[in-house]
């Protein structure tokens, strides 16, 4: 399978299996929210019009084109369009359907928080949230205080969603690091042990590991 290079950027050192995965949970994430919104909407009263539903067919075709994109010979930055393709697909079916589907905000964040590494980029985006969230505010003819209502309900929901995931994910990484590092100091060890060259804590570990296989073998005698 080719992995391709790894990315370099505001979601870190992404290989293409791992971009490939990341980019096809988005996917099923975008299909999941069009599903659920279409019968969401139908049942709102007054029920809108036929061609608002085509935010949630929008919605669908989006997360099927993500699913299927060829994320293993593409740019991670491609991940920058589906976030704010789906902030401002949410953005539009607060405007059209119910603020109540504001609450999809919180599923793209909690996405945002595990996909990107830079938290500066993931601070910008986190901005880029609370302005859709409060743009209802500005040009909504609703009481004020509805939309205040729902604001101060879904912010709190967002920001200990975001935060929790992106905690999660600070920890795991740290783990990863911690478990890299004790097996490059074994590997280390074992070649020290073995008389051959030290290859510190850099390199190919797989690599390292297999020429130490191989002089366990030893050499192969042929009949």
Known sequence: MNNGKANQGAFGAIAGEELRRLGQFAGVLLMAGALVSFPAGVVLEPAPDAPAHLIGLATLL?????????????SA????????????????????FSD???????????????????RT???AYMAFFAAALLA??????????????H???????FAIAVFIVRYLR??????????????????????????????????????????????????????
């Open 151 to 157: 604001i101060l309900l879904v912010v709190p929901v």
């Open 62 to 74: 989006t997360g099927i084109a993500a699913f299927f994109a060829p994320w293993e010979r593409m």
């Open 77 to 96: 930055n491609w991940l920058h369009l589906g976030l704010i393709v789906s902030t401002l697909e949410i953005a539009a079916g607060v405007a059209v």
């Open 136 to 149: 209802p505010l500005v040009y909504s003819n609703d009481d004020p205080s509805d939309q205040v209502h």
């Open 100 to 118: 109540d589907f504001g609450f999809f905000y919180v599923i793209v964040g909690m996405y945002a928080a595990y996909v990107i590494r830079d």
């Open 121 to 123: 980029v993931l601070i």
């Open 170 to 223: 600070d920890t795991l990484e740290l783990r990863e690091r911690e478990y890299r590092h004790f097996a490059f100091e074994a590997v280390s060890l074992a070649e020290r042990i073995r008389g051959r060259p030290d290859g510190g804590l850099e390199g190919d570990l797989e690599e390292r590991l297999g020429r130490l296989a191989e002089g366990e073998r030893g050499p192969q005698v042929r009949g």
